[in-house]
């Protein structure tokens, strides 16, 4: 069940510049947590957001849950080569927890 | 802490083999297991949840008989996919969740491919 959408899918921009992934869905999250994955390996947590409206700040990352617990966001300022990778978003939904489809980022020199 | 141990990282199998994949909590107890499947650039798919003592929950499309879920310890999951074929040629990945907590943590997944 792809219950999460995330956008944009591919994303290449030069070190330096922002960018921001957006993760959305029609239904309401008991919680949401935002995955970083390399090839090969399984997803590392980022960070996890539970209350309506509530930022969490990682570095240069900023995670933002919404009002209604039905979609996020994850900011990068000053994007670095070393943040490119595989940005997945997951919800918890009834005690499980579906991904979205995945934003992948190259972050060139 | 929460650590997720998987093994093997990557096994190759013939055709109408079956392969076992083991899912170890190793500082915590994992009262809730989730076994997932990736496909090349795709994202997760969830297969099945299970619990600690309890029969999986498998999810939609997800044939019970052909993926084999065991969760008999508070600290071991194991997946076995049976009659292997081609076609379950994928990234297996496992995740653990201690009692209600917000977070589940991952192994390091198995690239199984049955030749």
């Known amino acids: 069940t792809q219950l999460l959408e995330q956008s944009p899918q591919f994303l290449s921009i030069q070190e330096g510049e922002n960018l921001t992934v957006y993760c959305n869905s029609s239904s309401v999250f008991s919680s949401l947590q935002w995955y970083r994955q390399e090839p090969g390996e399984g997803p590392v947590l980022l960070v996890t957001?539970?209350?309506?409206?509530e930022v969490k700040k990682l570095k240069r990352l900023t995670f933002q849950f919404g009002d209604a617990r039905k979609d996020s966001s994850l900011h990068i300022t000053a994007a670095q080569p070393g943040d490119t990778g595989l940005y997945l978003c997951?919800?918890?939904?009834?005690?499980?927890?579906?991904f979205g489809s995945g934003t992948k980022l190259n972050v060139k020199p | 802490g929460a650590v997720v141990s998987q093994h093997p990282s990557r096994v190759i199998c013939k055709s109408g083999t079956s392969v076992k994949i083991e899912c170890r909590s190793l500082d915590f107890q994992a009262t809730t297991m989730f076994w997932y499947r990736q496909f090349p650039k795709q994202s997760l798919m969830l297969m099945a949840t299970s619990n600690e003592g309890s029969k999986a929950t498998y999810e939609q499309g997800v044939e019970k008989d052909k993926f084999l879920i065991n969760h008999a310890s508070l600290t071991l999951s194991t997946l076995t996919v049976t009659s292997a074929h081609p076609e379950d040629s994928s990234f297996y990945i496992c995740?653990?969740?201690?009692?209600?907590?917000?977070?589940?943590?991952f192994g390091q997944g198995t690239r199984l491919t049955v030749v």
């Open positions: 995740s653990a969740r201690e009692g209600t907590l917000t977070e589940a943590f």
């Open positions: 997951a919800g918890e939904y009834f005690n499980k927890f579906y």
């Open positions: 957001v539970v209350t309506g409206g």
